[in-house]
């Protein structure tokens, strides 16, 4: 799954234009003055949006890294007032230190967010503070304001600010993009001083009540400082370093914190899995060369997930037998661990030592088999010797659970025409073409899926991709994805 989401992310000037454009096609023209800005509204703005993000930016395909994110996600949000729609989480890959809660429960975290900070708590915090922007109306507030501006108007606003952040930093200008902070600096698009500062006291609430230390929301603001004033603005998200300043939050939460029982103020942090996930973040998506020397900086102390992380990262470099030797120091320290066993079977069957890494792979998959990357892995070690019936299972589940990833459908298409199946096969290929916004091979693979559909049942999958089909077309239509 090296080669997954590695689309190519668009200039923020591009994405905020488009996001422009999803508004207006749910929005009333702004001559008709103030709408409201329903369920059905948001739920068309946030399949669009969701829409935009995932063909646009890359997003991490490692099953563990996606449950542990959602995890967080799902126990800050188990305080929550009861919602219109349920939570659907995804892990950017952007080494930004950002999160963001689009319309329709969507949320969307970075990878830097877990590279950055120090503490799950400090994750959290920041999740905590996103959903109270949802829960409090904030989001939705906003978009009916902006009816109340011209076209011409709002357009040369986010052009504006879309412009000035791609000529002055652009890493920083797709951190700040999409999501409800979008132009935090103007009236209409960004949230006002009392919704931060509602964010943060409402955020906190929901924090606590999930059992995180409440110094994690402070933890965080504090490494934002931190960041600003080593890198100016640089990576640093609108919403967590203007108004009110960073300084006043730190200064009244912690007010806040004094005020708390005295069990919830002596919280500490579990970090377990929070430093095993930031290992797999660092070693496979950061820059292999900085990860290398993150891991190494520990020298003779260096721990089994340090070992761990330098091995993966060196299997991203050409250098085939220094990776082979870390990736044996990996295993003499942590042998038994599911992650390192996985990790060593992708690097073998990189390296195209495929009985090893089949080894590797078929250990790590019984000691979890819930990790669906291992499963990938080991389904496509299976289909390539011919094994086709005991790798279809396998990948078909964990095609269920990526539900958008192009790779996935793939590789299981090909299998499934390998099986004889062949409606299956040119079915979940048009999926994934769909996915990977090619029109030309959609129309062929479905071309090909119809003149194979006989049953019934073959006829309603059909007609599902045929919907799917026609919604994005609008996007190609207007050149948006």
């Known amino acids: 799954m090296d080669n997954a989401f590695r689309r190519k992310a668009v200039t923020f000037a591009t994405v905020v234009l488009a996001w422009a454009a999803l508004i207006f096609s749910v929005a009333r023209p702004a001559s008709a003055g103030l709408f409201e800005f ?21 997003l991490v395909d490692d099953a563990e890294v996606q449950a542990y994110v959602a995890g967080i996600v799902d126990r800050v949000a188990k305080s929550l007032p009861p919602q219109p729609f349920p939570l659907t989480v995804g892990t950017i890959q952007n080494n930004a230190l950002n999160a963001f809660a689009a319309p329709a429960g969507y949320v969307f975290i970075f990878t830097g967010l877990i590279l950055h900070l120090d503490h799950e708590s400090e994750v959290a915090g920041v999740i905590a503070h996103e959903l109270a922007h949802v829960t409090q109306r904030h989001l939705a507030s906003r978009y009916e304001k902006m009816t109340t501006l011209s076209i011409a108007q709002l357009v040369g606003m986010v052009a504006g600010i879309a412009l000035g952040a791609a000529a002055g930093a652009p890493e920083a200008g797709s951190a700040l993009i999409i999501g409800s902070q979008a132009a935090a600096t103007q ?25 995180y230390p409440p110094q994690g929301m402070v933890g965080a603001f504090e490494i934002i400082r931190r960041m600003r004033w080593l890198k100016g ?33 002596d919280r500490t942090n579990d970090d377990t899995r929070f430093l095993r996930i930031k290992t797999i973040v660092r070693a496979r998506y950061d820059d292999p060369k900085l990860a290398m020397a993150a891991f190494r900086a520990g020298g003779d102390k260096m721990t089994c997930l340090d070992r761990l992380g330098l091995a993966v990262a060196m299997g991203r470099t050409h250098d085939i037998a220094g990776a082979r030797t870390a990736f044996g120091e990996a295993l003499a320290c942590g042998g038994d661990d599911a992650l390192v066993l996985r990790e060593a079977g992708r690097f073998e069957a990189k390296a195209r030592n ?16 819930n990790d669906l990357t291992t499963l990938f892995e080991y389904a496509r070690l299976l289909a390539q010797s011919g094994r086709v019936a005991q790798a279809l299972p396998l990948m078909n589940r ?57 049953t019934e049942e073959q006829k309603r999958e059909f007609a599902k991709i045929e919907e799917l089909f026609k919604k994005r077309s609008e996007f190609w239509k207007k050149r948006i994805i």
């Not at 009236?187 to 931060?196: C, F, I, K, P, V």
């Not at 299998?415 to 062949?422: P, R």
Request: proline fraction near 4%.
């Open 38 to 58: 329903t369920l059905k509204d948001e739920k068309e703005l946030g399949e669009k949006f969701n829409a935009l993000i995932r063909a646009r930016l890359p």
């Open 187 to 211: 009236t209409y698009l960004g949230y006002s001083r009392e919704d931060e500062r509602e964010a943060d006291q409402v955020g906190m609430n929901y924090l606590t009540a999930a059992g």
């Open 233 to 265: 603005q640089g990576e640093i998200p609108a919403y967590l370093s203007t108004h009110p300043d960073v300084a006043e939050r730190i200064g009244y939460l912690k007010d806040r914190i004094k005020q708390m029982p005295k069990a919830i103020r």
């Open 354 to 369: 495929f009985d090893q890494a089949e080894t590797y792979l078929r250990r790590s998959m019984d000691k979890n088999p």
């Open 398 to 454: 964990v095609r269920m659970n990526f539900p958008e990833n192009a790779d996935m459908y793939t590789a299981y298409g090909q299998m499934l025409g390998q099986s004889g199946d062949l409606f299956q096969a040119h079915l979940n290929l048009a999926y994934a073409a769909v996915f990977e916004n090619n029109e030309r091979q959609a129309k062929f693979q479905m071309d090909k899926a119809k003149s194979l559909a006989r």
